[in-house]
């Protein structure tokens, strides 16, 4: 009986414990980590403007006739939602669908419940406050630079409140049943009969039920753990090292609108989308001397590599010593900053003594994007037959300063694109129907002419879902 209530007891602690977390569970700044990585591709941050989606901003409103649940699987497949007869009563999904030229959103069916609570609460944030977590200031600089650690440090102090509570439980569980346990002993003592021997607080903690029930909560949880993070081994979504020259994609693909595939040729043709060669840095730079944020600095490096003479305009030969290469990029430097007085003498030293092991040598770039040994993709597929946005794959790159890894890259998430995305039947010659080698494809062309079809051949539908496409 005294064991009974000390399990009733703590499995009460327990559940305290996790509806206090589940009370904590609305964090827009989770919130705000989902919509960067699931949704920004096609939705203005601003939650007011339109893109390649709709504004968000006041969504929930817009849906409020109907249930919450129609809302959240929309959000998790909008596809799924517009096949579905018991739908049929929902207006706004179908004028949606309709306003967007019956463009399918790309479906997140790993989205929980709590997931999009947070996702909505950030929209909804952004829409009215402007920022993520109310009430919103402006920061100064000193402010700024301790954003992140404050923002780690709130999440600790979260976890060690959650921590304090369930010890504080567990404990308070242990002492009611130590005086149970006692009551029970006065109990049999006015009744007459042998009272018990009175456990201590050590011997109830210890006791062989408990014991094994925590070996089993141990071992559940320490699998759910196990499991959990061996699915993201091997994965680098946010990924963004360093680079040895600071290359900005947003002066480049950005402000300047240089197009992707004129560095990335080989996205077009070829199987890999190919890291260009100095050559096609000197392109530009052998005209552009100086970069809107880094001055020579950066641009000296890649004189160094591809061994650019700037004073000339040509290059040096490949029997000119270090030393001597050295001196002519010193005089270049003073001249090119000759204007600028915060350029000294001991700066100049700096910019000379990060080319130096440069010169002569191929930029070692950092690889962002890694995908397994045992899986084959192919660029040329999807950018040329496809026609796939480079976006679609790795984010808005025309926005970043660093570039990282936009999207998971998992198998989870290539499966779910090749299920929603439409092939582009008559935009590419590759898929059409009169190409001998295409005719597979003549019984779609005849389905979609006559109506039959009407949402489109999405890639799964043409096998973009069997085994051997990737792993041959």
Same mark, same amino acid.
């Given at each position: ?170 404990? $308070?569980? &242990? %002492? ?7 009551? *029970?002993? /006065? ?5 007459? =009969? #042998? ?101 020579? $600095?950066? &641009? %000296? ?7 650019? *003479?700037? /004073? ?5 030969? =490949? #029997? ?153």
């Amino acid at each position: 009986m005294i064991f009974r209530t000390f399990l009733r007891c703590l499995t009460l602690a327990l559940i305290l414990t996790m509806s206090f977390n589940r009370a904590n569970a609305q964090d827009p700044k989770k919130g705000e980590a989902i919509f960067k990585d699931n949704c920004a591709s096609c939705h203005v941050k601003d939650m007011k403007t339109k893109m390649t989606g709709p504004a968000l901003g006041g969504v929930e409103e817009r849906w409020s006739k109907f249930p919450k649940k129609e809302l959240y699987d929309w959000i998790r497949n909008s596809s799924g939602v517009l096949a579905d007869a018991s739908y049929k009563s929902n207006p706004y999904a179908k004028s949606l669908y309709a306003e967007y030229k019956n463009t399918n959103m790309t479906a997140f069916p790993n989205l929980t419940d709590e997931d999009l609570v947070n996702l909505l609460l950030y929209i909804n944030n952004m829409y009215k406050d402007g920022c993520a977590a109310p009430p919103c200031k402006t920061p100064d600089v000193a402010t700024a630079k301790g954003a992140k650690t404050e923002t780690k440090e709130a999440g600790d102090n979260g976890s060690m409140i959650l921590w304090a509570l369930a010890f504080v439980l567990v404990l $308070a569980s &242990i %002492l009611l049943a130590r005086y149970i346990n006692s009551l *029970n002993r /006065l109990a049999q003592q006015r009744a007459g =009969e #042998s009272p018990v021997e009175e456990k201590s607080f050590l011997q109830i903690a210890l006791n062989p039920t408990v014991v094994r029930i925590l070996i089993f909560a141990l071992v559940i949880v320490g699998g759910y753990t196990t499991v959990n993070n061996a699915i993201g081994l091997g994965r680098q979504q946010n990924y963004a090292p360093e680079q040895p020259i600071k290359f900005s994609h947003e002066v480049h693909a950005g402000k300047n609108g240089i197009d992707c595939q004129y560095c990335h040729d080989g996205a077009r043709r070829s199987k890999h989308a190919v890291i260009p060669a100095t050559n096609t840095c000197m392109n530009c730079h052998t005209a552009i001397k100086k970069g809107p944020e880094y001055g020579t $600095a950066e &641009i %000296l490096k890649i004189y160094a590599a591809s061994g650019f *003479n700037p /004073l000339s305009g040509t290059y040096f030969k =490949e #029997s000119v010593p270090t030393d001597e290469r050295l001196a002519e990029y010193k005089k270049w430097l003073k001249e090119a900053n000759a204007d600028n007085k915060a350029i000294t003498e001991s700066e100049i030293s700096v910019q000379l003594s990060f080319a130096k092991p440069m010169i002569g040598k191929p930029v070692n770039w950092v690889k962002i994007h890694n995908l397994p040994d045992h899986a084959y993709f192919n660029h040329a597929q999807h950018v040329t037959v496809g026609k796939v946005a480079c976006q679609d794959c790795h984010g808005k790159v025309e926005e970043m300063k660093l570039v990282k890894q936009h999207a998971p890259l998992s198998m989870g998430w290539c499966i779910n694109c090749h299920r929603q995305t439409k092939v582009k039947f008559d935009e590419n010659s590759y898929y059409s129907s009169e190409t001998k080698s295409h005719k597979m494809y003549e019984q779609y062309h005849n389905e979609v002419k006559s109506g039959k079809r009407t949402n489109g051949v999405t890639v799964e539908e043409i096998g973009g879902l069997e085994c051997q496409k990737c792993h041959y």
